[in-house]
């Protein structure tokens, strides 16, 4: 089963960027739809983007414009960038990976991102 290692989190000030990395054990290209989720304390764990194998990215509207997911097949890595960052966007944030043939799922630990002055 694939292994998944998030790492870039940190404490940003309102308005300013930070890159989310997920690294796999194996290799995604072909396999994994990917996904980025977000859970703030006290709320249910939210779906921000989704990249499948192709390379088309989704977005949830309250991150449209403001975060890029992208992929990286050649490092089996996938990425977050976040710019325009608000305390909204604090939470702890997770790569996931959805294997298209057996439906499995895996997560990573998940990385803090905090939004304040």
């Known amino acids: 089963q694939v292994q998944l290692v998030e790492s870039g989190g940190g404490l940003v000030q309102p308005g300013g960027s930070l890159r989310l990395s997920c690294a796999a054990s194996?290799?995604?290209?072909?396999?994994?739809?990917m996904r980025w989720y977000r859970q703030a304390p006290g709320k249910q764990r939210e779906r921000v983007a989704t990249i499948g194998t192709l390379g088309r990215p989704i977005y949830v509207d309250s991150v449209k414009g403001r975060f890029t997911i992208s992929r990286d097949d050649t490092k089996n890595t996938v990425y977050l960038q976040m710019s325009s960052l608000g305390p909204e966007d604090t939470a702890v944030y997770f790569c996931?990976?959805?294997?298209?043939?057996?439906?499995?799922?895996?997560w990573g630990q998940g990385t803090q991102v905090t939004v304040s002055s």
């Open positions: 194996e290799m995604i290209s072909s396999n994994y739809v």
């Open positions: 996931n990976a959805l294997h298209l043939f057996t439906s499995n799922t895996y």
